[in-house]
């Protein structure tokens, strides 16, 4: 086990996160950043790690990740992603835990295209009658 590394990827919108996630002490590095470095909002770090309170891993492992694209909200659900399936590669027997909290099925929500004969997705130009 001393060595091992899990590599997962995880995806959100137009955001992709790497994460690779070896035996260690608890650091969190983004892009070679700190994790509140990067993410700024506590809020970001709390998703962000959620799915190691659930394999109670927070200082067990340390985590390097690679994201781009998309927002940085986008990003963090990226992260939980990859993170949730490289600890399943670590173990198999967190999968039921980790699939109840949803933490295993990626978002399919995506920005829907712009139609023609309209200025967005949904909104109309302003209707005249006369």
Known sequence: MKGESYYATGKRKTAVAKVWLRPGSGKIRVNKMDLMSYFCRDTLK???EQPLNIAGGTD??????KVSGGGKSAQADA??????RALIQYNL??????KKNGFLTRDPREKERKKYGQPGARKRFQ???R
Do not use: C, H, T, V
């Not at 067990?60 to 990740?65: E, L, P, S, V, W």
């Open 46 to 48: 709390m998703i962000i």
């Open 60 to 65: 067990k492992f340390d985590i390097d990740a």
């Open 79 to 84: 992260m939980k992603l990859g993170m949730a």
């Open 93 to 98: 027997e967190l999968r039921p835990a980790l």
């Open 127 to 129: 209707y005249s009658k």
